[in-house]
């Protein structure tokens, strides 16, 4: 994959997810958040899982940014759950050694929440499939520093460009890069009519203050 290629991932992969309801716009009619938050768009990555021509186009996408942007990267970690099996897939066709990290240490056992062999001052990309409010991937981030690993930095499937979300990794000193945004995501909805021009101000309002959305 080129570079013009990796260029054009951004909207590749937002059609790619609205074909198969990975993502989902209701514009007018928002969804529930477990958190209770009203959302106009409703994201489950996991799908992709089962479409290997998406999930190859992902795994390429992966790879093609850490051969370019991490070149020395020594290991893959996946964030669960949803991050595993795309560090897998980038794993192998990096031919790198793979990780995956809990969202909280096993309650027995070895108590891990590193899953995998890595040594201290491993330079570690962390992959993701999708960055909310990013506590969560930066939790994993955090962790695998901890354990002596020197993290490169967290690349996710999507992201829906909240700027808490920037902020916080910003102040982690954490790099983020996703394939695809929310940005690209509606300008493709748009060409293909799955949202009206009317609903676009609607949407853009929601990603600058998600909180009193609906409200």
Not at 33 to 62: H, Q
Not at 86 to 94: E, M, R, Y
Not at 100 to 126: P, S
Request: charged fraction near 20%.
């Amino acid at each position: 994959m080129t570079k013009p290629l990796l260029e054009q991932l951004p909207a590749e992969i937002a059609k790619a997810l609205l074909k198969i309801n990975a993502v989902q716009l209701q514009p007018n009619d928002p969804f529930t958040w477990t958190s209770g938050l009203k959302s106009p768009i409703y994201c489950d990555n996991r799908l992709t899982m089962s479409y290997p021509e998406i999930r190859e186009v992902i795994a390429e996408g992966f790879a093609t940014v850490i051969r370019e942007r991490y070149p020395d990267c020594e290991a893959v970690a996946g964030i669960a759950t949803g991050g595993i099996p795309h560090a897998a897939w980038v794993a192998q066709k990096l031919n790198l050694p793979m990780l995956y990290v809990r969202d909280k240490a096993k309650g027995h056992g070895k108590t891990n929440q590193i899953e995998g062999h890595f040594t201290a001052g491993q330079k570690v990309v962390l992959i993701e499939d999708l960055i909310s409010t990013g506590g969560s991937s930066l939790k994993a981030a955090v962790a695998v520093r901890e354990a002596g690993c020197e993290v490169q930095g967290v690349i996710a499937i999507f992201t829906y460009q909240f700027q808490m979300a920037l902020d916080a990794f910003a102040a982690q000193k954490i790099q983020l890069e996703t394939l695809s945004n929310y940005t690209a995501l509606i300008d493709v909805a748009v060409q293909s009519g799955a949202v009206q021009n009317s609903d676009v101000e609607l949407l853009l309002e929601w990603r600058q203050n998600p909180q009193s959305f609906g409200v």
